[in-house]
């Protein structure tokens, strides 16, 4: 049986590609949200990212969970 594999935490990387900004900048917004939210540690969620960048979180999830399938597939042919 093979398992769904959805990650919660968005990645710098993940807020690369739907913003289009740098890695480091990517950084950078994750740690103004973890900060503005009072996290302890520095893990932010897809849902906290969309509402902190007033996106739709079906769309954000589409273009990164999308991709990454997209990607799979490419490295198996």
Not at 10 to 38: C, F, M, W
Not at 50 to 58: I, M, P
């Amino acid at each position: 049986m093979k398992k769904n594999k959805r990650r919660i935490c968005i990645i710098p990387y993940d807020v690369e590609v739907v913003t289009g900004r740098s890695y480091r900048q990517s950084l950078r917004v994750l740690h103004e949200i973890a900060d503005k939210l009072n996290k302890p540690v520095k893990f932010v969620t897809i849902e906290e990212f969309c509402n902190h960048a007033k996106l739709k979180k079906e769309e954000v999830e589409e273009t990164i969970f999308g991709k990454e399938e997209e990607e799979k597939k490419d490295k198996k042919e």
